[in-house]
């Protein structure tokens, strides 16, 4: 069965310094979207994106996060100057389609998600 | 304000029972509400949509509720096993904010041999 699949599975840096998160989307999906979940509370949306852009973001995602897709088959989630804040797991997830579809496309399957730790 | 609400307190339940989880909303119009699982260090795994306009939907031994009326959904799983034993989250789409889950806090399950 297709799933989403995550890179690293753990990151550890410096505070101040660049991360690079990396998702593969399910293939046919179209939708693409990160969402965070710090330790002991909820999973929260972050970003989405469709056709090489960013369709809705949260207050969450400030200048400090940029989301791309470098080509076909990766999705990724840069973190440009990272605080001690932004230690939490990451989750990228994808869907066939937007809410409204029948059948349930939109439904949204998530990565395993990558564990970030700022020092 | 805005609110998606799940029992914060655990579930403990004896195996073979039926476990219902709670999923109550405010100030939201879901376009769907949306259960997932999710085990510790995991991300979410989908379990079961339902549309604004269904009243219930089943998948084996799953069946969620939703009542528009009350704000509510309900997540039962009948002749519930110890593998059961997880997190439970709810997450509904506003109407017209389509490209975004919002999260309720979940409820942990812990299914007794």
């Known amino acids: 069965e297709p799933e989403v699949t995550q890179t690293p599975s753990h990151q550890v840096t410096q505070m101040g310094q660049e991360v690079i998160l990396r998702c593969v989307p399910i293939?046919?999906?179209?939708?693409f979207y990160w969402y965070r979940q710090i330790l002991g509370q909820k999973v929260e949306f972050l970003v989405s994106?469709?056709?090489?852009?960013?369709?809705?973001k949260s207050e969450i995602f400030d200048d400090q996060f940029s989301v791309e897709r470098p080509d076909g088959s990766n999705f990724t989630l840069k973190i440009r100057s990272t605080k001690l804040e932004d230690s939490a797991m990451y989750f990228c997830?994808?869907?066939?389609?937007?809410?409204?579809?029948?059948?349930?496309?939109?439904?949204?399957?998530f990565g395993p998600g990558t564990r970030l730790l700022v020092l | 304000s805005q609110k998606i609400e799940q029992n914060s307190e655990a579930l403990n339940i004896q195996e073979g029972k039926t476990a219902t989880l709670t999923c109550n909303y405010t100030n939201y119009s879901p376009a769907y509400l949306q259960w997932y699982r999710q085990d510790p260090g995991r991300g979410p795994v989908f379990l079961l949509l339902?549309?604004?306009?269904?009243k219930e939907k089943r998948k084996e031994r799953l069946k969620v509720t939703f009542d528009t009326t009350l704000k509510q959904s309900l997540f039962h799983i009948t002749a519930s096993q110890p593998a059961d034993s997880a997190t439970y989250l709810c997450a509904l789409v506003p109407s017209g904010g389509y490209n975004k889950l919002i999260f309720g806090a979940g409820t942990r399950l812990a299914v007794h041999p």
């Open positions: 997830a994808s869907s066939e389609e937007l809410a409204g579809g029948q059948g349930g496309e939109e439904t949204q399957y």
């Open positions: 293939s046919n999906h179209l939708y």
């Open positions: 994106f469709y056709n090489n852009e960013i369709s809705e």
């Open positions: 339902i549309r604004e306009n269904e």
